[in-house]
């Protein structure tokens, strides 16, 4: 079995940071590509950022300049530094990840969501 476990989310005031951490444990042979989503009220789940196993890395243009993806493959951990929050970074934020496994199929994972509240 393969989890996602996140951490990190809170409540936070416009201009303030937060740091979400996702980590993943199991059997796992390699983690491929890895990347945060979320997803506000009303609203379609959009990519927020993304992270592959080389380190090159996008961004939503909305967050370019403010939110930083990083992975530690020894840890097993994606990270999302968020800084200069805004209100409409309000949203649940899941991480995904591309996990092969020991069996050496890739299957896609996601985290159970974190909730990020920016007050104005």
């Known amino acids: 079995q393969v989890q996602l476990v996140e951490s990190g989310g809170g409540l936070v005031q416009a201009g303030g940071s937060l740091r979400l951490s996702c980590a993943a444990s199991g059997s796992i042979l390699s983690i491929n590509d890895m990347g945060w989503y979320r997803q506000a009220p009303g609203k379609q789940r959009e990519l927020v950022a993304a992270?592959?196993?080389?380190?090159?890395?996008n961004y939503a243009d909305s967050v370019k300049g403010r939110f930083t993806i990083s992975r530690d493959d020894a840890k097993r951990t994606v990270y999302l530094q968020m800084n200069s929050l805004k209100s409409e970074d309000t949203a649940v934020y899941y991480c995904?990840?591309?996990?092969?496994?020991?069996?050496?199929?890739?299957?896609?994972?996601w985290g159970q969501g974190t909730q990020v509240t920016v007050s104005s």
């Open positions: 992270i592959t196993s080389g380190g090159s890395t």
């Open positions: 995904n990840a591309a996990i092969k496994r020991l069996r050496g199929v890739t299957y896609d994972y």
